[in-house]
């Protein structure tokens, strides 16, 4: 009875560690492609780029302008690189009705290298849209 229970012990251990290996030859290509779309992050406040398969381009996006008003208070920025100022991080965290970002002049490089000029577009931020979502 001993004997088998060692046996068994010892056959069982022998396939965990066998299962824990790290085989060392498994590679995971991931597709990567121009930017398909820009969104706003209203978390990090930033844009970023997304590309065909559904990745992540963060460094896609090299400037924009901003506009935005808040309470009749119109503020418009020109932003270079993907995040908002911290000022006009202040501005819209504060924001508890609904309101619409404008996005335009956005400079998005591809993966060539080359910069194009995307189309502008809005981004509607709040607790008013949010509860929609």
Same mark, same amino acid.
Request: glycine letters at 8%; zero cysteines.
């Given at each position: 009875?001993?004997?088998?229970?060692?046996?068994?012990?010892?056959?069982?251990?022998?396939?965990?560690?066998?299962?824990?290996?790290?085989?060392?030859?498994? /590679? +995971?290509?991931?597709? %990567? =492609?121009?930017?398909?779309?820009?969104?706003?992050?209203? *978390?990090?406040?930033?844009?970023?780029?997304?590309?065909?398969?559904?990745?992540?381009?963060?460094?896609?996006?090299?400037?924009?302008?901003?506009?935005?008003?808040?309470?009749?208070?119109?503020?418009?920025?020109?932003?270079?690189?993907?995040?908002?100022?911290?000022?006009?991080?202040?501005? /819209? +965290?504060?924001?508890? %009705? =609904?309101?619409?970002?404008?996005?335009?002049?956005?400079? *998005?490089?591809?993966?060539?290298?080359?910069?194009?000029?995307?189309?502008?577009?809005?981004?509607?931020?709040?607790?008013?849209?949010?509860?929609?979502?």
């Amino acid at each position: 009875m001993k004997k088998n229970l060692f046996l068994f012990l010892f056959i069982f251990l022998s396939f965990s560690l066998i299962a824990q290996q790290d085989n060392g030859g498994t /590679i +995971k290509v991931q597709k %990567k =492609g121009q930017v398909y779309s820009i969104f706003f992050d209203n *978390v990090n406040n930033r844009l970023i780029g997304k590309d065909y398969y559904g990745n992540i381009l963060d460094s896609a996006v090299v400037s924009f302008d901003v506009m935005v008003t808040i309470q009749g208070i119109a503020s418009q920025e020109t932003v270079i690189g993907t995040t908002l100022s911290s000022t006009m991080q202040n501005k /819209i +965290k504060r924001v508890d %009705k =609904g309101t619409t970002l404008f996005f335009s002049n956005i400079k *998005v490089k591809e993966k060539n290298g080359t910069l194009i000029d995307w189309p502008k577009f809005t981004s509607k931020i709040g607790l008013a849209y949010e509860k929609d979502e």
